[in-house]
Structure formats: C-alpha cells, structure tokens
C-alpha cells in the first residue's frame, strides 16, 4: 500500500466516524500507529531501502503520520463534543409540561403571632422563659396567693392529675419559678400551652398564653401601661389606644382587664368589637405583696407588674377566625388561607 492509499483510507474512515464510535476511533489509531500498525510498518521497512532513497521516503512518512495523528487527535474532540451535546439533549426538560406543584408549608397563624409577641418583647429588653406545663398546686395556684380551698380557684377550672398535680391553668407560674430563681430587677415573657376543663367556640380545653412580669425598684401602674400601649400599637397598628379597666386577680394588686380601641372600626362600633368600640385582649396588674415574699422578695424594695394574654384569642382577632378549634385542627385547607 502506498502512502496515498493509506491516507485517502485512513481520512474517509476518520470522516465516517460519529458520536458513539470513540472505540471505532482508537481501533483507527492503533491501525495506523499501532505496533503493527500500517505507518510502524512503513517505517520499520525503510531499513531495507537504498541508502540515497532513506531520506527522502522517510520524511514522506513521517509527515503523513503527524498529519494522521493532528487529524486523529482533532476527531477526538469532536467526538467528545458531539457526547457531551447528546447527554445535555436527552436530558432536556421540557418546560410547557403541567406538573402538580408540591405544596409548601407554612408557620402556622398561632406560631406566627407568638413570634411576632415574641420578636417585640425581646427586642424591648425581655427574656424568654420556658415553664413547665405539668405543674403543682404550689406554683399553679398557692404561690399566686391562691390558697387551697380558696373561692378565686373557682376562677379557672383545672385539669387535676392528683390532688396535687395538675395541667398548668396559667402561665402565672412561670412567674414564680423565675422568681425563685432569679434576682431583680427582671423583665422576662413566658409563653406556652396551658390548660382548663372548658369547651366552646371561644374557649379550648387547651390554649395559649404568654405571660410579662417587669420587676425593679420603681416600677409603677403606669409603666404598666405604657409598655401595654407600646405592644397595642405594633400589633393592632399606631393609631390604636389602651384602656384599662378594675378587675381582680389574687396575684396582683390592683388588677386591671385590658382593652385595646378596635383595629377595625377605630371605636365606632362593628363586628369584631361586638360593637363596643374596644377589644379585651389581657389581664393584667402589679405583683401582689404576698407573690413577692411567696418568692422571697422584698416588696418593700421592689415593684412589678405582671400581664397575660391569651395567643389564641389574640391570632383570632387578626385573622378573623370565630372558631378556636380550627387553630386546633390543623385542616390544611384552613392553614393554605395564611400563607
Ligand atoms: N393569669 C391570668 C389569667 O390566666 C392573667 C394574668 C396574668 C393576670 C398576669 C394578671 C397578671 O387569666
């Protein structure tokens, strides 16, 4: 075969080379390159020609094999190319498809509100503490200033376990355990789950509360107002005004009930409100003598004030719910509404 021949042979076979012939192109390069491939060949067998021929047949050789190896060497990164472009195609997506959309979760309204309460009070100097749900009648009741046999306990029907055990009616007492555990001065909010042996569209046997207590030197009724004014107006909007009206709870001294003017109406009167003007939202009152020295503080040297709201009630007002079991029941077509 002479030189041409292997050429014009070795060039039509690399042209009908295509994207799934890589082995087919390496069988080529060992063909032509080989140990016993057609140039190896050519250039073992120049040994055998006349001297004054050598040179120049040698140069003819050597040039058509690094020509082969540039056009060998080019091919296979065609063919690379032509693979690669063939895996993107069969992977492409095709983007008109109708696909259902996995639905993504959300807070749930009663955890959004509890961390909105939250994010404000800690951003105005309070801690968060965590007090446990299963409680005694000590810290639930007693230490409040709530004796046993006492006519306030009527106040709230509870969840006994034993006599002395029961479902935390309050987060009241977070109040105490942090007492007891800490020196003023204080600021600290308690939410959680809290439990009465109650049952209609407005009240769940279980609910949410969070609980303030500000305790420090001078502390008076109104900076009781004021930082409930200040917490009516980021959640209920700026316009909105506090007002408090006499109540009483056994653990504070005096006890006012907490109303905020109607976000909805701005006092008029409307559904929300139930046409009074204003919205009950809290309880609340400065720590009672007893509490304090129940909790071994000296209620000669400090002062506090304690509230507690109602989340659930709360989330109710804002989203407009009128039933509180379907906080409870988790309908997600009801959670979809407050994404
Ligand atoms: N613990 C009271 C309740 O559950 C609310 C409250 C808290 C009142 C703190 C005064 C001070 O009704």
């Known amino acids: 075969m002479d030189l041409k021949e292997i050429r014009a042979e ?3 076979k690399l042209n009908d080379l295509h994207a ?8 080529t390069k060992s063909h032509l390159f080989g140990k016993s491939g057609v140039l190896t060949a050519l250039m073992r067998s120049l040994k ?7 040179p120049q047949a040698g140069k003819e050789i050597n040039d058509l094999r690094i020509e082969l190896m540039s056009k060998c060497d080019e091919k296979e990164k065609e063919l690379h190319r032509l693979v690669i472009e063939e895996a993107i195609r069969s992977q492409e997506l095709d ?6 959309l996995h639905s993504v979760g959300s807070v749930h309204p009663l955890n959004r509100v509890k961390n909105l309460l939250t ?6 100097g309070y801690i968060v503490y965590d007090s446990p749900e299963i409680e005694t009648d000590y810290y639930n009741f007693q230490a409040l200033n709530v004796p046993q046999d006492h006519p306030a306990r009527d106040m709230q029907d509870t969840f006994f376990i034993t006599d002395n055990i029961l479902l935390r009616t309050q987060t009241s007492s977070g109040q105490v355990r942090l007492m007891e555990k800490y ?8 939410p959680g789950r809290v439990y009465r042996n109650d049952d209609d569209s407005t009240h769940s046997p279980v609910f949410h509360q969070m609980e303030g207590l500000v305790i420090d030197k001078n502390v008076t009724l109104c900076d009781l107002k004021g930082a409930l004014d200040g917490f009516a107006k980021f959640i209920f909007g700026e316009s909105t005004s506090v007002r408090f009206r006499p109540s009483y709870f056994p653990f504070t001294e005096p006890s006012v009930e907490v109303d905020v003017s109607c976000f909805n109406c701005h006092g008029k ?4 409100c139930k046409n009074t003007g204003w919205i009950e939202i809290l309880g609340a009152g400065m720590v009672n003598r007893k509490v304090f020295e129940n909790c071994g503080i000296d209620p000669d040297e400090y002062r506090g004030f304690a509230f507690g709201m109602g989340l659930d009630r709360i989330t109710m007002i804002l989203c407009a719910i009128n039933d509180i079991k379907l906080i409870w029941e988790n309908d997600v077509r009801f959670l979809h509404m407050f994404k």
């Not at 799934?20 to 069988?27: G, I, P, Q, V």
């Not at 055998?48 to 050598?54: E, G, M």
């Not at 983007?95 to 259902?100: A, C, G, K, R, T």
């Open 10 to 12: 070795a060039l039509k």
């Open 20 to 27: 799934k012939s890589e082995r087919d192109l390496s069988a």
């Open 48 to 54: 055998d020609l006349p001297p004054d021929q050598k």
């Open 95 to 100: 983007l008109s498809i109708d696909v259902p």
């Open 119 to 124: 994010d404000y009070f800690v951003g105005n």
């Open 183 to 190: 020196k003023p001065p204080l600021k600290m909010i308690c």
């Open 269 to 272: 009167g409307c559904r929300v």
